[in-house]
């Protein structure tokens, strides 16, 4: 039986990264079913703690189906995706799981940016980018390539900052909105410093997500439902089904097959999102093809504008400012960024875990199609 929406709100939503993993591994614990593991980080958090990326298993570990929950791709989201998973956990999902279904959590993913409120891994990079084949040419962006010293200049105000500004807004006037944002955030791999960076080599993170799967033999499950918790697009609260467009419109028929109406795709137009290079999905699609169904759900926060000079400013902290990280000014920098992503307020929570106790309701019922 799932607690009472106001009080999950209250108990399942954490402060901090740490406090997140430690009501994940006691759920866990206390389920006496659960299958835990730990994939130690190499990086550490603001004082010097111990990072993890943390697992559960649930149901038969020969299980033909499986249904995979991935929380903190970005970081700083972790907080919406760990709640999710935690509450999933009190109201003992997995008692209703049939003997060939399986339930897999990966609670942060990317452990560095949850610890540090930053979107991006140890490496700088953007870990939604970071899933393309690094052998193989990498995607151009000359738009980005264009504004990469705009996107993110030397100094948050005096004239280079207003010479910044009057840039992006001649490139926004000549070219449209569309077209920046894609520019901005399709997804770049030229500026390790840059915002949406998406790596020279596959991360830390990447290579995690990859050990887990081969560690439970993902590859060879039958079915496999895949839920990827983000959050700063669309409206207030709202979690948006969004497809990626490695899976292509048949991946986007496989998950409407499932979740409804409400799924979104890059490729028709109806996503908050514009076409990404090296999304996750990039990664389940070459493993699985159509064995699996990806879905990125997308809890909307704040305007993304507003989004645009906190991201700023936390990158450039880091790529001129580093000696201030831990000053007032870097604090200052991560709150902001964390409110952003994070609305610690009463209501965001309210609708974050109606929205996805519905979409794992219809996960389970998908292993079953």
């Not at 209250?10 to 614990?29: G, P, T």
């Not at 903190?72 to 999933?88: I, L, M, N, P, R």
């Not at 490695?246 to 496989?254: D, F, H, P, V």
């Amino acid at each position: 039986m799932n607690e009472d929406i106001v009080d999950a709100a209250k108990n399942h939503f954490s402060s901090n990264y740490f406090e997140a993993r430690q009501k994940f591994r006691d759920f866990v614990r206390e389920s006496a079913v659960g299958e835990a593991a730990a994939y130690p980080s190499p990086a550490h958090g603001p004082r010097g703690e111990e990072l993890s990326t943390d697992v559960a298993w649930f149901g038969d570990r020969r299980a033909a189906k499986v249904a995979i929950m991935v929380s903190a791709t970005h970081g700083v989201e972790g907080y919406c995706g760990s709640a999710a998973q935690v509450d999933w956990l009190a109201g003992r999902g997995y008692e209703r799981l049939k003997s060939d279904e399986a339930v897999l959590l990966i609670h942060a993913i990317n452990p560095y940016g949850f610890a540090w409120d930053r979107r991006v891994t140890q490496e700088g990079c953007d870990l939604n980018r970071n899933f393309v084949d690094f052998d193989a040419p990498l995607p151009q962006n000359e738009d980005y390539d264009l504004l990469a010293e705009s996107l993110v200049p030397s100094e948050l105000e005096g004239p280079s900052f207003d010479a910044a500004e009057a840039s992006l807004a001649k490139f926004r006037t000549a070219h449209g909105e569309l077209a920046f944002r894609k520019a901005r955030t399709s997804g770049q791999y030229r500026h390790p410093t840059g915002i949406f960076f998406g790596g020279f080599a596959p991360t830390v993170a990447r290579q995690t997500l990859e050990r887990v799967v081969s560690d439970y033999g993902i590859e060879s499950r039958r079915r496999v439902l895949v839920i990827d918790y983000h959050t700063g697009l669309g409206p207030y609260g709202y979690g948006e089904l969004q497809c990626e467009q490695a899976s292509g419109i048949l991946g986007y028929q496989r998950a409407r097959d499932i979740f409804g109406s409400s799924v979104t795709s890059p490729d028709l137009g109806t996503s908050s999102a514009v076409a990404l290079h090296g999304t996750q999905d990039d990664y389940w699609q070459r493993l699985l093809g159509d064995r699996h169904v990806y879905v990125c759900l997308e809890y909307g926060t704040y305007a993304p504008e507003a989004a645009r000079p906190l991201l700023r400013a936390d990158h450039w902290l880091y790529a001129f400012r580093q000696r201030e990280i831990d000053t007032d000014l870097g604090y200052e920098i991560r709150r902001c960024v964390k409110q952003h992503f994070y609305p610690d307020n009463a209501d965001w929570k309210e609708m974050v875990l109606y929205r996805s106790r519905q979409v794992h309701r219809q996960m389970i019922e998908g292993l079953r199609l």
